[in-house]
């Protein structure tokens, strides 16, 4: 995930338990064992092992199949290049692309599900987002052989053997910070495993020596795009692990090579459908019913959603796509599952990369079949002339303290509070006090704890004595002294560093795009002949309103779904509905002002509204809602994972006829 880019990654979760902790950041452990190792009836081996033209191989060295069906020409030069063609001369069947990760810290046996469950023929990975790349950060300042994803190798151990049988390439970001040293070990591990594969990667994203960044700079790294890894695919490499590379390359990188689309000529088309594809990837079950706003009506369908199943899907050579997963698994693909993973953390109609930017209003989506849902009508314009650049530098300590108010006098407990912290706070201030006040108590409650509210108390500051004991023990001493019923849900720390992230934009020169391919080349990968800078697109027209008639108050999730994400310090809400009667009324009523008024914490921030008929859907950005990005931990939902539902769950007038 972006989050990224991207990006997919919840706050609270996500490293090996070996990896420095951040604030508000716990790790999951990467031990866990695979649920299960049969394969599904009826799993079968792609039928061709044939190589793309112009792969050589060491004799004697196996390797893993290429694009199968693909009828060449005898002589490449007797027929336009697919790329200077309107079609290609032949074609080569879909590529089906399939992803086992959408965070640090994913469902690790999804490697060995997405292998026996279906037909791969390439599955991607997607480890990285901004609070990873923080977390790497630190990882590497301990030791600068680490900065890289080592769950992603845990699951190489279990499951290397099983891709080379299958015939399945695997492209994964998890080289994180140090991509070289991760293509390393996956070589250490196949050799002592025995498995006979073909290990490349890509490099160049990290920028941070170039130096210039500004004090306390961790990380600095381009968003790269794919042509880097198609060229390793091109030389024969059955693993490709990179840094930071958009999340969409994983996808754009093997169409690229799989259908002969050579770097630096232009399907803005085909390759803006693969970035939506991608995008639609990226995230992993949060494209087949995870996080999904109607879930209660696929549980209500018969829908399992214990274990959604992860996604894959089939790419064309027109750039056209339909998103699936294997059969059998759980979860479900529909039109909704992809338009609210559509919308998850992007802005307006122009999704802009590396190597194309992509039109999102002009997508179609087309329920096929059965979890089968294909994505049309892409629209592709050159790219812009810069790379986005994320940087993560540590911004100071932050600690926390939640005290428990229950029972009655809950507004004058809290002051209370306040006022016997007030001298501590005076004394060695903070740069940031905020207070909040959750009133999760209920009146004549049947419970202790439905009878409690909380009172959070988070302080940030450049030294570690701020907001460390120096605060925590003027908190615990009001043990005996504090209102009735005094106590907090944990005993505070001495605190936590924090950390930062900004998103920069610099000239593409500055990165040193290189293709490492699996005999060593170090093949430099030129950028795009031609760059758009970015321009607002005009707003489209509204549909006619609704007539007027009879309304309801209800809420606005009784019509729509949402949802909601991070891009540094901003959130986007993304809202859909499923008819065009509601998309004629959704149009005219949730507007930045109605959005305001039901999201107060909006009030007076920037927001913008992005209108995409085709996906009857609104995007709204708003700005600064998050602070200083995710690892700051800036509010409550640090990441504006809840704040779609937060939405959904407030009261307007909605016309009776949508109810």
Known sequence: MNGGGGAPELAGTSEPTDAPEL????????????????????????????????????AGTAH???????????????????????????????LRIGNASGFYGDRFDAVREMLTGGELDVLTGDYLAELTMLILGRDRLRDPGLGYAKTFLRQLEECLALAHERGVRIVANAGGLNPAGLAAAV????????????????????LLARGGWGEGVLTANAYLGGDGIAACLRAGADIVVTGRVTDAALVTGPAAWWFGWEPQEAPYGQLAGAVVAGHVLECGTQATGGNYAFFTEALAAG????????????????????????????????????????????????????????????????????????????????PPPTLKT??????????????????????????????????????????HV???????????????????????????????????RRLTGAAVELGLAG????????????GSPYGVFEARHVERDIADHTAVLPDGTRLAVAGPLRTVELAPVPEPLLPEALPAGPVRWAPLGAVAGARSGDKGGDANIGVWVRSD???????????????????????????TRHLFPRLRAVNFVVEGLLGEGVAARHRFDPQAKGLGEWLRSRHLNIPEELL
Do not use: C, M
Not at 306 to 325: N, Y
């Open 303 to 382: 829908r399992d959603l214990r274990r959604p199943g992860f996604p894959l899907a089939e790419i064309h050579a027109d750039g056209s796509a339909v998103i699936t997963k294997h059969p059998g698994t759980g979860g479900l693909v529909d039109v909704g599952t992809v338009t609210a993973q559509l919308l998850y953390e992007t802005g307006g109609a122009r999704y802009a990369g590396p190597d194309v930017t992509a039109r999102l209003d002009s997508v179609t989506l087309t329920q096929e079949g059965p979890d089968r849902v294909r994505i049309g009508g892409v629209q592709g314009e050159p």
């Open 483 to 494: 209102y009735p019923g005094f106590h907090l849900t944990a005993p505070p720390g001495k």
């Open 581 to 607: 009667a509601a998309w004629r009324w959704l149009a005219h009523a949730v507007t930045v002002d109605a959005l305001r008024e039901l999201l107060p914490e909006t009030a007076e921030l920037t927001v």
């Open 23 to 58: 604030a508000g950041t716990s790790e999951p452990t990467d031990a866990s064992e695979p649920a299960g190792t049969s394969e599904p009836a009826g799993t079968s081996e792609p039928a061709s092992t044939s190589e793309p033209t112009g792969t050589s191989e060491p």
């Open 390 to 431: 994320g940087l993560n530098r540590l911004g100071g300590w932050r600690n926390e303290i939640v005290f428990v108010l229950t029972g009655l006098d809950i507004e004058a407990k809290a002051e209370l509070v306040k006022a016997q912290l007030a001298k501590a706070l005076a004394e060695s201030p903070p740069t």
């Open 434 to 468: 905020s207070w909040e006040l959750s009133r999760t108590d209920r009146s004549d409650a049947g419970t202790e704890e439905a009878a409690s509210a909380l009172l959070r108390l988070v302080v940030r500051a450049p030294e570690q004595e701020t907001v460390g």
């Open 64 to 94: 893993f199949a290429g694009p199968a069906d693909v009828a060449r020409p005898a002589d490449p030069t007797s027929a336009p290049h697919p790329r200077s063609a309107p079609h290609p001369p032949t074609t080569p069947r879909p």
């Open 187 to 206: 070589r250490d591990l196949a050799e002592r495993s025995g498995v006979p594969v073909r290990v490349a990667h890509v490099e160049g994203d990290d």
